[in-house]
């Protein structure tokens, strides 16, 4: 049997409202024990003990291999998901059968919201990018949260908002019309600072890309290399590193 103790997010000092574990399938025939600090879950993190109470009576645990389709396009909504550990990705197809990356997902996200609030099938499905761990908080006790909790309807609400500020963002760059800035533009748009450094976790393969702002693999490889050989990025294993940020914007407004 395997152990697992996820604190995602952060390190916070558990206790007996906010601490929960189960033991879940594994992969083949082992079994995990998952341990979880509620506190470091960010959208619920602010719950009184009575609501952290209801959340811990309703969550359940998946764990998920690489590679398998977490929620199904199309399907009706079966609870509000949360990322524990591992890697995600929310993705489209298209009518022609092409698997576009819509966002990746980081610990501690939640996702499957829309679909629970309005009550409409998944607009989208989520898969996993690597093994990963995955809490469900049933509809019922989601939405109570939601609108009995001002916590957690405050950091929805700005979710929401983040959420369609990055879409006109992307709209905005889908109209520009020259290939080479759309990519520069878009990797604007992913980088993050973390530390002195600007990177960009978890970037989508180069068809996928090459797929969300509509041009070809082949002009997204041509570009990076560029990019790569003038020292503007840097790739290592798991991101790319954002190595002079200015001149990436010099370039994509240019």
Request: with cysteine.
């Amino acid at each position: 049997m395997n152990s697992a103790k996820i604190d995602p997010a952060s390190s916070r000092q558990p206790d007996s409202h906010t601490e929960i574990s189960q033991s879940i399938p594994g992969q083949g025939r082992n079994r995990i024990d998952v341990t979880v600090n509620l506190r470091n879950i960010p959208l619920i993190a602010q719950l009184g003990d009575q609501e952290m109470q209801m959340v811990k009576d309703g969550l359940r645990f998946r764990f998920f291999e690489k590679r398998v389709t977490v929620l199904q396009k199309g399907t009706q909504g079966a609870g509000l998901h949360f990322l524990l550990s591992g890697q995600m990705q929310i993705v489209d197809v298209t009518d022609d059968g092409r698997a576009i990356s819509l966002r990746t997902l980081k610990e501690g996200d939640f996702f499957g919201e829309i679909s629970l609030i309005n009550g409409a099938p998944y607009s989208a499905s989520a898969v996993s990018l690597s093994q990963a761990l995955v809490a469900i908080l049933p509809s019922q006790i989601a939405l109570h949260l939601f609108s009995h909790c001002p916590p957690v309807a405050h950091f929805l609400l700005r979710h929401l908002a983040q959420q369609v500020q990055r879409d006109a963002e992307f709209r905005a760059l889908l109209s520009i019309n020259n290939a080479s800035r759309r990519i520069l533009s878009f990797l604007i748009q992913l980088k993050q600072k973390t530390g002195n450094q600007h990177v960009v976790e978890n970037l989508p393969t180069h068809q996928d890309i090459a797929n969300m702002i509509n041009t070809s693999r082949e002009t997204v490889t041509r570009v990076l290399l560029a990019l790569a050989q003038q020292g503007i990025i840097q790739k290592d294993a798991h991101r790319l590193i954002i190595v002079d940020p200015d001149a990436l914007q010099k370039l994509a407004n240019n």
